[in-house]
């Protein structure tokens, strides 16, 4: 049974995007602190951060300052991507016709 895929970007009325910003060489956690660091002083709301991950939320143009102020992190838009199963129609059962009940 063949799945297709539903992505939906998130954004909010505000025009506000939410970004995951990925470490390309070290998971060193003081580095981590260091970037969350730059991302609240230039305005920048940091929601989580994981290992080597950083997921951001503000304007593009604030998103694209973190991105120069940041060379050695990796960014890309957050999308949820929900996997729906192929719709098919219900399988009557079929008697067969006989004498009785």
Known sequence: ??????TIRQRNNLQMDRHV????Q??????????????????VTVLKTGPGTMLVEAKPALVRKLAKLL???????ENMTYRLPERTPLQRVRRPVGKGK
């Open 1 to 6: 049974m063949p799945n297709y895929c539903i």
């Open 21 to 24: 910003f990925f470490a390309k």
């Open 26 to 43: 070290s998971l060193d956690p003081k580095g981590l602190r260091t970037a969350k660091a730059i991302a609240e002083d230039l305005g």
């Open 71 to 77: 060379p050695e992190w990796s960014n890309s838009v």
